[in-house]
């Protein structure tokens, strides 16, 4: 079973659409979570960490279920410029690496 | 911008060669990591280097390899190029090993052929 698994995707949604991005981990002694975005052929970049209360940035919601091991991202009102792949990190310690899923490619088309 | 910055940006090698990728880590950082992101994958953990010590390596063998500078620049080396090393390589850096402030660089694009 790998560590973070992602939706597979890639998910193609009209602008103004909901969507919904789901990630399980495998380590339950993991401490911490985050969503990335990369667009293509740049680096990841932090859009949010996850946090048990869940935590909402505008139109992106981010929730965490330590029970299940399961982390969302919601984007509400998609627009053209949310078109990227999005990446779910897990982290066991500060100290130790950031593990990666395999990412979920969005395209929100006009 | 991040601050990190790597180079080259892109390059093409011959399977077989040797590869040198550097990483100049954000000013204040000490810690340094490289990851490689191969086609459709995440990015997965090749090592990091804490004050110009290996500190934790993930799953590469030891063709691999790297170093860390007393300015914390870094260096990832690749011995005996396969085909199958052709990814983009990310390195990230960060204060007191503490990578979950990390900031990425624009990443290397390595093409094997």
């Known amino acids: 079973r790998k560590e973070v698994e992602q939706d597979p995707g890639p998910f193609n949604v009209p602008e103004g659409a909901t969507v919904a991005f789901n990630c399980t981990y495998s380590?339950?002694?993991?401490?911490?979570f985050f969503w990335y975005r990369q667009d293509c052929r740049k680096e990841p970049k932090l859009l949010m960490s996850v946090y048990s209360s869940g935590n909402e940035d505008g139109r992106f919601t981010a929730q965490l279920n330590r029970a299940s091991q399961y982390i969302s991202l919601l984007i509400r009102d998609s627009k053209l410029s949310d078109s990227a792949t999005y990446l779910c990190?897990?982290?066991?310690?500060?100290?130790?690496?950031?593990?990666f899923g395999k990412g979920t490619r969005l395209s929100v088309i006009a | 911008e991040t601050g990190v910055t790597q180079s080259p940006t892109h390059l093409i090698k011959t399977r077989g060669q040797q590869v040198t990728l550097r990483c100049s880590s954000q000013s204040g950082h000490n810690t340094v990591s490289w990851y490689q992101q191969a086609l459709g994958q995440g990015p997965q953990f090749i090592f990091q280097?804490?004050?110009?010590?290996?500190?934790g390596r993930g799953n590469f063998p030891p063709r691999f390899s790297g170093l860390q500078f007393p300015n914390y620049s870094s260096e990832l080396n690749v011995n005996a190029l396969e085909l199958d090393d052709s990814a983009l390589y990310l390195c990230?850096?960060?204060?007191?090993?503490?990578?979950?402030?990390?900031?990425f660089g624009q990443g290397t694009r390595l093409t094997v052929v």
């Open positions: 990190v897990v982290n066991l310690s500060g100290n130790t690496p950031l593990v």
């Open positions: 990230a850096s960060s204060k007191q090993k503490l990578n979950t402030e990390a900031f």
């Open positions: 380590n339950s002694a993991s401490q911490s």
């Open positions: 280097y804490y004050r110009e010590e290996e500190n």
